[in-house]
């Protein structure tokens, strides 16, 4: 994992020097239905491995993150499906987004 996330990194910095990297913290998941995906062990795994890998990761290489995980926790709403945004959730989802990091871009957004 954090091999391939370097690599990707670097990708986007090996076609654009000037590169703003920003690390999202994936989203949580949540129970609908039968819940075939299983919410709960995938939030663990979230939780154990995937955010402290690339919370580490964004650390050392001085990135900002953007803990979308712990926002969707506070806007399941927005998760129709219990993953999806939709409709009007996209634009909640976008406006944490920008909102989080509207302020530190070297560019302005056009």
Do not use: C
Not at 67 to 92: I, Q, R
């Amino acid at each position: 994992f954090n091999q391939s996330t370097n690599e990707l990194l670097d990708s986007f910095i090996e076609i654009n020097p000037d590169v703003q990297i920003i690390m999202l913290l994936p989203t949580a998941l949540f129970k609908v239905g039968k819940d075939e995906w299983n919410a709960e062990a995938w939030n663990a795994n979230l939780d154990k491995h995937v955010t402290p890998l690339l919370k580490k990761i964004a650390e050392e290489r001085k990135l900002q993150t953007v803990d979308l995980h712990a926002w969707s926790l506070e806007n399941k709403e927005v998760f129709v499906d219990g993953l999806h945004p939709k409709d009007e959730g996209y634009k909640v989802f976008a406006q944490f987004v920008y909102d989080s990091i509207k302020d530190t871009l070297k560019k302005p957004i056009a």
